[in-house]
């Protein structure tokens, strides 16, 4: 059974880091590869980064250079530092697999005040 747990949202003001931490169950995460992905109100849920099993990471175009995705097979959770970050950042973020497993966690809330 799947289960992902977020952590480390909260109030920043802009161009402030945040570092979010998912903390991740399955026995096959280790060969998964991980994503974040965030959901803005009235928005769409839109893919952020994601990191292989072999830790080769992609970014959206949208936080290229500010946000890096890691990851710790061992300990099986995945990191997003996101630093200079922007109003139009406020989402809750959440982790999955890429392609995405059927559950979802609660995601962690991250609000840029300008």
């Known amino acids: 059974q799947v289960q992902l747990v977020e952590s480390g949202g909260g109030l920043v003001q802009t161009g402030g880091s945040l570092r979010l931490s998912c903390a991740a169950s399955?026995?096959?995460?280790?060969?998964?590869?991980m994503g974040w992905y965030r959901q803005a109100p009235g928005n769409q849920r839109e893919l952020v980064a994601r990191i292989t099993s072999s830790g080769i990471t992609n970014y959206a175009d949208s936080v290229k250079g500010r946000f890096t995705i890691s990851r710790d097979n061992a300990k099986k959770t995945v990191f997003l530092q996101m630093g200079s970050l922007k109003p139009e950042d406020t989402a809750v973020y959440y982790c999955?697999?890429?392609?995405?497993?059927?559950?979802w966690g609660q995601g962690a809330q991250v609000t840029v005040s300008s």
């Open positions: 999955n697999a890429v392609p995405s497993y059927t559950y």
């Open positions: 399955g026995r096959f995460f280790s060969t998964n590869t």
